[in-house]
């Protein structure tokens, strides 16, 4: 009766995100409130499973502080200008530059930190340019999770399969930072025809519309930069010298100094920073994990795993090209993150130990790949579209979808074939 409650209730959860009659926190929030009135979980076995995401929830809310505390120091209206000057007039060198500025920022930071990065600057950089910020916006998401397979720690469902099979940083660039490079190049190859409006499209360049000059508040703006920056050399010292400080700790840490300095440097007191941080996001992650372990708990998700285990022993390629294609189907419906939590014990359960690095890149790459389909499908997708809302503008589910499915199809075919190919 439960493993029913809980496929319903998940069934209702996606059919109201697709359908867009209420924000996709909302939802999540209801749902999770269902499945403990409908006795699946108690209240504090719901807050058990949510745990599981505080490694998510920290990566994500400290990389949204520094962020924040970064807006009022210009920089975004400086990138912005800087955009609009590159662009030249041309709406492919609009898109191109959009991608790469954002996959560089991915291979570095978690991938919807640099949404965050430069989700703020594309709004009024549309604007200008008589541009719908929606195709932008998605355009950010997806560029942001095909650059976030290019390190381990580009991705939050990437570090967390990389934890789960023991793959070092080192060890990440040498066998699947290559995925990165394959997903970026399909992306861009696809941009004439999934943004076909905005590529072969004219802009106004007209020195009278190229936004003004912000001078950066360099006595604040540097050291919140420098924060950056130990942040990301402590993301990629950590694995490499061993040292104990997981990615959730060090941006956690970031944050606390950020927002020491934005007091110090006036630029918005504590309250003022939180307030602007996208709690809807945050809230959405923390429920699906719920909803994911009430399909763990109930075994459905075991269920459905379990037909892949037979056939992992005799044809270990096939099954990792079957767990890549599987994976990246339910990624299209399931938030990426907590289905790779919930897979995760699945792999460590089956499968010789010389195996374990195969079917793990296959769910790494499935559920990262996956979740470009739909914009419930990934981290960076989600912070995409509440950060639209903050800004007054709502990105449809199926204005997604028909951007991102054919994005996800061709980037899974590429990397798949590849994956064959550089197996054999």
Not at 21 to 49: H, M
Not at 285 to 307: D, H, K, P, R, Y
Not at 373 to 383: C, Q
Not at 407 to 420: K, R, Y
């Amino acid at each position: 009766m439960h493993a029913w409650i809980a496929s319903l209730t998940f069934l209702s959860f996606i059919l109201l995100i697709v359908s867009n009659s209420l924000s996709p926190a909302v939802v999540a929030l209801a749902c999770t409130l269902v499945l403990i009135y409908g006795g699946v979980f108690t209240l504090s076995q719901a807050a058990a499973e949510m745990t599981a995401a505080y490694s998510t929830l920290a990566l994500l809310l400290g990389a949204m502080v520094v962020v924040r505390t970064l807006q009022p120091t210009g920089i975004f209206h400086r990138l912005a200008r800087l955009m609009f000057i590159a662009a030249k007039g041309r709406g492919s060198r609009l898109l191109l530059g959009i991608t790469l500025t954002t996959v560089a920022l991915s291979a570095m930071l978690p991938n919807a930190t640099a949404v965050l990065v430069l989700g703020p600057v594309l709004v009024p950089l549309a604007e200008e340019l008589d541009l719908r910020p929606e195709p932008l916006l998605i355009l950010l998401a997806l560029a942001a999770n095909s650059g976030g397979l290019l390190t381990m720690v580009g991705d939050p469902a990437t570090y967390l399969v990389s934890q789960a099979a023991g793959i070092g940083f080192v060890t990440y660039l040498y066998h699947l930072s290559w995925t990165g490079i394959a997903a970026t190049l399909v992306l861009i190859a696809l941009l004439p025809w999934c943004w076909r409006e905005i590529w072969s499209r004219q802009l106004p360049c007209r020195a009278e519309q190229v936004p003004a000059k912000v001078q950066l508040v360099w006595h604040s703006f540097l050291p919140i930069i420098a924060i950056g920056s130990g942040m990301l050399a402590f993301f990629v010292a950590a694995e490499l010298l061993h040292v104990p400080f997981a990615p959730d700790l060090v941006a956690l840490s970031g944050a606390a100094a950020a927002l020491a300095l934005a007091e110090r440097f006036k630029l918005g007191s504590v309250a003022d920073v939180l307030r602007d941080i996208d709690w809807s996001t945050l809230i959405f992650f923390a429920c699906t994990f719920i909803l994911i372990g009430a399909l763990e708990q109930t075994g459905v998700v075991g269920s459905v795993a379990g037909m892949l285990a037979a056939s992992i022993h005799s044809h270990p390629q096939a099954a990792a090209t079957l767990l890549l294609c599987g994976t990246a189907l339910l990624s299209s419906v399931f938030p990426n993150i907590p289905l790779m939590a919930a897979l995760i014990p699945l792999i460590q359960a089956i499968g010789p130990v010389e195996e374990h690095l195969m079917l793990y890149s296959g769910l790494l790459l499935g559920g990262t790949l996956g979740g470009n389909a739909t914009m419930i499908g990934a981290s960076a997708n989600m912070v995409a579209v509440g950060l639209a809302r903050q800004h007054g503008v709502i990105i449809l589910f199926r204005s997604f979808f028909r951007h991102g499915l054919p994005v996800c199809l061709a980037q899974v075919a590429v990397v798949g074939i590849l994956q064959i190919l550089t197996a054999g």
